[in-house]
């Protein structure tokens, strides 16, 4: 990492200072935190012209547009932080469009008095997350707000990416008679989170799956160019995404519990808590959906990759007006796996 | 998952089924109610319904507690939680119940009412701790299950010497409820599947009076779906036979005297009222806990003055008669119409535990009226 030349008297005090109502006035010491912190973390081309906006060159094609907020509690957390889940997070959602993404603008709301060691930890994960990808943050901008009136820090990130010719993939594509694949272990980031909330914390070995999945997702194209739809099973688990794609792709689904990969750690926590992984959240994971005679060599082809390698197909697309998604329990029943109604919450009896 | 996927195993499950339709008898139907909201999620979640002969009909129980709270209570917990200087804290469902006008905890939050979702009785306590210039009053509902760790926080609070603790009790009891249904008459149920959790404190021996005086079988069950099976089995066997004994079929975690530190701990902080009202089952004798003279301090009821005010459910819901055993959820009108768990009219509708947010959450797909999901063969 080079420091660009300053010229400020004091350096900013990463160690021991704090986040305040100047790093947001937008006068001097408000660059410095910019100059100092971000464009040391996140240096490159775009970032040293110091315009409010990137300018860059793109091919021809088409582009896909993607906006997260993260707003996460903890913003520390087994296996991740707000930091590279802000990366990851846009660079999964233009990624399920089948893109390539290009670049990143990142936002930031830092509440007064937020630690600037913590926020140098957040922004060098980020710049780790990013550097990994190989998706720059290119433009971005920071807020300040008073004590009390955030909650640490926000970040918002906003990313871009290409379509590869000849690609058409989108959340109202799933065909009855698609087979349903998930990329790999669901609920790990949900129980990781949980796991360290400060009035339910727990001892667990689960680690967030927080991971940038275009790698994985430029392989899959490259097997099977006529994937109908890709979508990674964030907030509300599993079992939200499904119904998503159930209701814009207008039709039902039949899962077999038996094939759903989930920890056994997951599961125990889950259990002990009375919550249901199938809407536990993931960070790292997508769900796809495929021409039954696509499956096999989308599944050899996800196996071959390092985010994909415990990836199973799970059930299939079937016609149903009501669009429910449903499955046949390991225990010989069938039910439905509902939207998920409010938070999961523990049971109390 | 050791000690969990055992009592969830498909071939096991099946045994059971075929064990169940062997013993019952093509003439005569059972009846049988499932006390707790706990088997009736488990019975809708595995599908357990679906293995039993059609002469079998499972009734869904009282026992889910957000269910049973009626509204004025829920009222005043809102009229509470809406003081300036009251943090109000209760269990996750609890928040979601609809008071009078569809007034929820959760709205009254959103509305500006410090209202805090907690895990544990200790959360309350922790939060009193911290914030010393608010009165923390934990919002206590539950039965049996959830009545010791109230009479803990209270104990505790005594010796911490927190003076901005109370509780808003509402804990009742399990079999006061079981026989304000058997004496209404009302419901056809011909054998109980008795509580799991509840009966880890209170034990076997509270339910076998009641097995005697209405000749009913009852068997206590678990709550997994093949504990559920196994205790339809045998309320089959003893209903066959001719036989009205309580039977324990979660021996593993139930005993005849049940908990005894937990019910001398439950003793200590609390006596029966007189009486206390239900949603569904009306006012009932004998079936409500309230905090003793001596933890006096402690008790939100009389520390705040809350008049009880009784009020009426919504016209067109049936939580009550679901409640009693009377009708199931398709029975009435606005049942996933303009009740569904994202907006709900009746009690039922919020608690996972409650028979109609189960049975639209896991069950909906065999409703009369719905086509089921037909497979694409290829």
Same mark, same amino acid.
């Given at each position: 990492m080079t420091k660009p030349r300053t010229g400020y008297i004091h350096p900013l005090d990463l160690k021991n200072g704090r986040v305040d109502m100047t790093h947001g006035s937008g006068g001097?010491? =408000?660059?410095?935190?910019?100059?100092?912190?971000?464009?040391? /973390?996140?240096? *490159?081309?775009?970032?040293?012209? =110091?315009?409010?906006?990137?300018?860059?060159?793109?091919?021809?094609?088409?582009?896909?547009?993607?906006?997260?907020?993260?707003?996460?509690?903890?913003?520390?957390?087994?296996?991740?932080?707000?930091?590279?889940?802000?990366?990851?997070?846009?660079? *999964? #959602? $233009?990624?399920?469009?089948?893109?390539?993404?290009?670049?990143?603008?990142?936002?930031?709301?830092?509440?007064?008095?937020?630690?600037?060691?913590?926020?140098?930890?957040?922004?060098?994960?980020?710049?780790?997350?990013?550097?990994?990808?190989?998706?720059?943050?290119?433009?971005?901008?920071?807020?300040?707000?008073?004590?009390?009136?955030?909650?640490? $820090?926000?970040? !918002?990130? +906003?990313?871009?990416? &290409?379509?590869?010719?000849?690609? #058409?993939?989108?959340?109202?594509?799933?065909?009855?008679?698609?087979?349903?694949?998930?990329?790999?272990? @669901?609920?790990?980031?949900? $129980?990781? &989170?949980?796991? @360290?909330?400060?009035?339910?914390?727990?001892?667990?070995?689960?680690?967030?799956?927080?991971?940038?999945?275009?790698?994985?997702?430029?392989?899959?194209?490259?097997?099977?160019?006529?994937?109908?739809?890709?979508? #990674?099973?964030?907030?509300?688990?599993? /079992? !939200? +995404?499904? *119904?998503?794609?159930?209701?814009?792709?207008? $039709?039902?689904?039949?899962? %077999?519990? +038996?094939?759903?990969?989930?920890?056994?750690?997951?599961?125990?926590?889950?259990?002990?808590?009375?919550?249901?992984?199938?809407?536990?959240?993931?960070?790292?994971?997508?769900?796809?959906?495929? %021409?039954?005679?696509?499956?096999?060599?989308?599944?050899?082809?996800?196996?071959?990759?390092?985010?994909?390698?415990?990836?199973?197909?799970?059930?299939? @697309?079937?016609?149903?007006?009501?669009?429910?998604?449903? =499955?046949? !329990?390991?225990?010989?029943?069938?039910?439905? @796996?509902?939207?998920? !109604?409010?938070?999961?919450?523990?049971?109390?009896? | 998952m050791k000690y969990i996927d055992e009592f969830r195993d498909g071939a096991l499950a099946r045994k059971l089924a075929a064990d169940i339709r062997r013993e019952a008898q093509p003439d005569r139907t059972y009846g049988l109610m499932e006390f707790c909201g706990g088997h009736t999620h488990a019975i809708f979640r595995y599908g357990v319904q679906g293995l039993l002969p059609d002469n079998i009909h499972m009734i869904h129980g009282p026992g889910c507690p957000v269910c049973v709270l009626p509204i004025g209570r829920v009222d005043s917990a809102i009229e509470l939680a809406r003081r300036p200087d009251v943090i109000l804290c209760s269990y996750g469902d609890m928040l979601r119940v609809p008071g009078s006008n569809r007034m929820s905890l959760l709205k009254a939050k959103a509305g500006g009412a410090d209202v805090r979702m907690i895990y544990s009785s200790a959360d309350a306590l922790k939060i009193a701790q911290e914030n010393p210039d608010k009165e923390v009053v934990f919002f206590a509902i539950g039965f049996e299950t959830t009545t010791p760790p109230t009479a803990v926080a209270i104990l505790r609070a005594g010796e911490m010497g927190l003076k901005n603790f109370s509780v808003f009790s509402n804990h009742v009891l399990t079999p006061a409820a079981i026989t304000a249904i058997m004496g209404s008459g009302e419901a056809r149920v011909d054998g109980v599947v008795g509580p799991a959790h509840v009966s880890t404190v209170i034990g076997s021996r509270p339910y076998e009076p009641f097995a005697a005086q209405y000749h009913i079988p009852v068997v206590i069950a678990g709550f997994e779906p093949l504990d559920v099976m196994q205790a339809i089995l045998m309320l089959v066997r003893q209903l066959n036979e001719g036989r009205a004994e309580v039977e324990n079929e979660f021996s593993r975690a139930v005993t005849r005297e049940g908990n005894i530190k937990a019910q001398s701990l439950v003793a200590e902080v609390f006596e029966l009222r007189k009486t206390f009202e239900w949603r569904g089952l009306g006012w009932v004798p004998d079936s409500g806990l309230q905090i003793r003279e001596k933890y006096a301090a402690y008790d939100a009821e009389k520390r705040f003055e809350l008049p009880y005010r009784s009020v009426a459910d919504h016209p067109a819901c049936e939580c009550s008669a679901i409640i009693r055993g009377v009708k199931k959820p398709l029975d009435c009108k606005v049942f996933g119409t303009v009740c569904t768990p994202d907006n709900p009219i009746g009690s039922c509708m919020v608690s996972s535990e409650g028979a109609c947010a189960a049975y639209y959450t896991y069950g909906r797909y065999n409703d009369k009226n719905r086509t089921s999901a037909k497979r694409i063969q290829s």
């Open positions: 001097r010491a =408000m660059a410095q935190l910019i100059e100092e912190l971000f464009l040391a /973390a996140f240096d *490159n081309e775009f970032l040293r012209q =110091m315009n409010d906006q990137a300018s860059f060159q793109i091919p021809a094609g088409r582009m896909v547009m993607a906006t997260d907020s993260h707003v996460v509690s903890p913003l520390f957390f087994p296996g991740g932080d707000i930091g590279c889940l802000s990366v990851h997070g846009t660079i *999964n #959602d $233009v990624a399920m469009a089948g893109a390539v993404p290009l670049y990143l603008s990142a936002s930031f709301i830092l509440e007064e008095g937020f630690p600037l060691a913590d926020l140098a930890r957040i922004v060098e994960s980020m710049a780790k997350a990013s550097r990994e990808a190989g998706v720059p943050i290119v433009t971005g901008d920071t807020k300040v707000v008073e004590r009390n009136k955030g909650d640490g $820090v926000f970040i !918002t990130t +906003t990313g871009v990416g &290409i379509v590869p010719h000849g690609v #058409d993939i989108s959340g109202d594509r799933a065909r009855p008679g698609d087979t349903i694949i998930v990329s790999g272990m @669901v609920g790990d980031h949900g $129980v990781a &989170i949980l796991s @360290v909330r400060e009035n339910l914390s727990f001892g667990t070995s689960i680690q967030s799956d927080t991971a940038a999945l275009h790698g994985l997702v430029a392989a899959m194209v490259a097997a099977v160019p006529g994937i109908h739809a890709l979508r #990674d099973p964030t907030r509300g688990g599993l /079992a !939200t +995404t499904l *119904n998503e794609i159930a209701r814009q792709s207008g $039709v039902g689904m039949m899962l %077999r519990e +038996t094939d759903l990969p989930i920890r056994t750690e997951v599961r125990a926590a889950c259990e002990f808590l009375g919550l249901d992984p199938l809407y536990s959240a993931n960070e790292g994971k997508l769900v796809a959906f495929c %021409r039954q005679e696509d499956a096999d060599a989308l599944l050899a082809a996800m196996h071959a990759h390092p985010l994909g390698q415990d990836a199973a197909a799970i059930g299939e @697309v079937v016609e149903d007006d009501h669009r429910f998604v449903q =499955m046949e !329990t390991a225990f010989g029943g069938r039910r439905i @796996v509902d939207w998920l !109604t409010g938070e999961q919450l523990p049971r109390i009896c | -």
